[in-house]
């Protein structure tokens, strides 16, 4: 049975393994239990269903809240060569007709359905005379009426379950807190169901904290560095989305805004340039998002802080969902939060509520200036603890140094003190920096004693030090005075009474300092290129998004290894039989075509028998290329054995009889089918040459299948 299933996995998702979870899931559910699933985003959650629903005669249900995510999963899975179907509001009246002979005839693997039609009695009158394989009810956690995405739909979905008593149900979902899952459990009814819960860690997800200065002269660098790639920049207003993506654009960059001001048909314009890789970067508000099954999102930038944790991994869950890596970068800044705090207090909520919303802000403010391992900080906030740290955030990566930060906390505090309270951060720094700002000559800051007294010192790291005396408490921004800055009780002591501080010198990321690149680097990115051009050619030719044809992975696989043959493409990832079929001969003819030209790296595998196939096609004969190749004639004919297996060469009988071939083929098979062709040429006493037995076995294993 496991056999079959890596069969089934190979065959149509062109996978090698199994994530760990994912095989109890489908050995659980092929055993007909009911199991409640919780991975990540990107975990590889549609695979739990979909295999089973291979596996298992009949058509799976699955019920899934968002008719965007279901028409993905269904293009997805045509593309693999998997028939499914989607209904829901969007279908029309031909369209389910077709779906319900499909149906009948078990031709349909999979059957997503909205939470609304499922439960409709038409519906479950007809799909209980069909054959149902399994029902998978995904994005479980909108049956919590305490999330954001509460359906009331999905309250009733246990009324199916007395419709099919022993079909398998599978709820999956990303959402990782235990009173969901407990909800889930209850309200979905599910049967004795088993708990698969993976850790909520996003291993492919960098994240670094920058402070919040210059911040759309960063970004623009940034995005003009990775012009290919495609990201989300969440902002707070939307004036700044508007403003961020203008500034792109007139970097040449395909950037859009997208914000709830914007009519419905536009944002739904805009999604669809994005999903297809014709808009790049998204400018938007929180409100972008739901709905967004992209997977080759490589960044999600914050350009204003979230308002909790809980968002703010929503947010850069989306990045990264092929399991590449993907940076996550959240410009942090103490205003930001202060504008957020008073949304808070300018709501209409309970206070109870406010309170809440409150703490978590404080605890989004805590990430902000962490000096320690970022992920285990926010896994620890979802009830996830550890003492290993992660290795891909920004503390991980370049630990921030602690040192006796006393002398220079005395500056800052001292500053504030002699500007008797009255001025805010980026004013405090300038002072402390020595700036030649007009208004501090105008208010006479540049008379005080500490102007000037931090100008060996960054702006950015300044910045850094002032957040780090807000997070210990020796400084606190009044929210009640435009954000000034107010020297606390502690923050006196250090003052008079000689009080220690500590402070991280944070190694500030700035993402330019790229590692030269190797000629072979350079190589594949020009591929990768060439490769990404032509996904969008068949992507726009059949209008489906570019990564349904190969994802990033498959394609970034496709490069490094360079297949010249299908059988090589075989082996890439990702790349199943109906996709090996349908897109393989093109792209191998674009990867020949690149790396035959002059400067190509060497060692590419195969490269020296496309050669020799090139002159062959060109009507050469075996004495003119060994003379062209500067190659012997023997090495040259075991380049055409090496292409008549993988089958690039369709007959051999031009270089050597077919009696000839018998002859020595059932010599081989006399000899226990030896690799050592010196015992054959032993065996015919020097009647045949090797290059004659090299043929002559191809030709045989080839007739023979083998
Ligand atoms: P989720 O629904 O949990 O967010 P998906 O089911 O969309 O995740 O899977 C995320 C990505 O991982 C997809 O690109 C998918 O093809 C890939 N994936 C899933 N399972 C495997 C596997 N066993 N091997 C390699 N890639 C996989
Ligand atoms: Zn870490």
């Known amino acids: 049975m496991q ?19 994912q095989e109890d899931v489908i050995n659980r559910t092929l055993s007909g239990k009911d199991s409640l699933v919780i ?27 968002l008719i965007a995510l279901m028409e993905d999963q269904v293009q997805a899975l045509l593309a693999n060569g998997v028939s499914a179907a989607a ?20 031709t349909l693997k999979l059957l997503y359905v909205s939470p609304e039609r499922a439960l409709q009695s038409n519906f479950i009158s007809f ?35 007395k419709y099919f008593d022993d079909t398998p149900f599978i709820a999956l979902t990303a959402t990782a807190d235990k009173a969901t899952q407990r909800e889930i459990m209850e309200k979905l009814k599910l ?7 993976s850790s909520f860690e996003r291993k492919n997800l960098t994240t670094t904290v920058l402070p919040a200065n210059k911040r759309i002269d960063y970004i623009t660098d940034y995005v003009k560095s990775r012009k290919d790639e495609c990201g989300i920049i969440y902002c707070l207003s939307r004036k700044s989305t508007e403003k961020v993506a203008q500034a792109l654009i007139k970097e040449g960059i395909d950037a859009a805004y997208y914000h709830a001001d914007i009519s419905a048909s536009e944002r739904q314009q805009i999604q669809k340039s994005f999903q297809q890789d014709d808009i790049k970067v998204i400018c938007a508000t929180i409100a972008f998002g739901m709905g967004i099954d992209k997977s080759n999102i490589r960044y999600v930038i914050h350009h204003n802080l979230p308002k909790n944790l809980e968002s703010y991994y929503q947010e850069i869950g989306r990045a990264g969902r092929d399991g590449l890596p993907s940076e996550c970068i959240l410009f942090f800044s103490y205003g930001d939060g202060q504008i957020l705090q008073k949304f808070i207090e300018e709501s209409q909520a309970e206070e109870v509520f406010k309170n809440v919303q409150r703490a978590k802000l404080s605890r989004m403010l805590e990430f902000g200036s962490a000096t320690s391992c970022r992920t285990n900080f926010i896994l620890s906030y979802f009830g996830e603890h550890r003492t290993e740290n992660c290795g891909h955030c920004d503390n991980c990566l370049h630990p921030p140094r602690s040192f006796d930060g006393t002398v220079i906390a005395q500056k800052a505090l001292s500053a504030v003190v002699r500007m008797k309270q009255q001025v805010g951060t980026n004013m405090l720094v300038d ?24 100008s060996d010192i960054s702006r950015d790291t300044w910045l850094s030090f002032i957040s780090q005396l807000i997070n210990q408490g020796f400084l606190e921004l009044d929210f009640t005075d435009g954000n000034k800055l107010k020297v606390t009780e502690i923050g006196k002591m250090v003052l008079f009474n000689g009080h220690k501080v500590k402070l991280s010198q944070v190694q500030l990321f700035t993402g330019k300092s790229a590692p030269k690149k190797s000629k072979k680097m350079m190589f594949e990115e020009g591929l990768i290129g060439s490769l990404r051009k032509l996904r969008k050619e068949i992507a726009d030719a059949e209008g489906v998004p570019a ?53 190509t790296p060497k ?18 004969s075996v004495s003119e290329i060994s003379i062209l190749r500067k190659l012997n004639e023997i090495t040259i004919y075991s380049h055409i054995a090496y292409l008549f297996e993988k089958e690039e060469i369709s007959n051999i009988e031009i270089y050597i009889e077919k009696g000839k071939c018998i002859e020595i083929g059932k010599a081989w098979e006399d000899l226990n089918k030896t690799d050592n062709l010196k015992v054959l040429f032993d065996h015919f006493k020097r009647k045949y040459e090797y290059y004659q037995l090299r043929l002559g076995v191809s030709w045989w294993k080839k007739e023979m299948g083998e």
Not at 90 to 99: D, G
């Open 3 to 21: 056999h079959q299933l890596k069969k089934l996995l190979k065959q149509y998702f062109g996978y090698d393994q199994f994530r760990p979870t």
């Open 39 to 65: 991975m990540p985003t990107g975990g590889g959650k549609s695979l739990c269903y979909q295999l089973p629903a291979l596996a298992k005669e009949g058509t799976a249900l699955v019920i899934s809240p």
């Open 87 to 106: 209904l829901n509001s969007n279908t029309t009246a031909n369209e389910i007709r077709a779906i319900e002979h499909e149906l009948s005839n078990q």
């Open 127 to 161: 799909i209980n005379q069909q054959k149902i394989s399994l029902v998978a009810i995904d994005e479980a956690h909108c049956v919590s009426i305490w999330g954001n995405d509460f359906r009331p739909e999905y309250m009733h979905l246990p009324a199916l379950m």
């Open 191 to 197: 049967r004795d169901a088993e708990l698969f819960l």
């Open 431 to 454: 002072v402390l920096r020595g700036s030649n700002r007009k208004d501090i000559q105008e208010l006479g800051y540049n008379q005080i004693k500490t102007f000037g007294a931090g």
């Open 547 to 599: 990564y349904v044809v190969f994802n990033d992975q498959t394609l970034q696989e496709m490069a490094a290894e360079k297949p010249l043959y299908l059988s090589q493409m075989a082996q890439i990832s990702g790349i199943g039989k109906h996709k090996l079929n349908k897109y393989g001969e093109i792209f191998i003819k674009k990867i020949q075509e690149e790396t035959l030209g002059g400067s």
């Open 603 to 620: 060692n590419i595998k195969g490269k020296t028998y496309l050669e020799t196939l090139k002159l062959i096609q060109a009507g050469k």
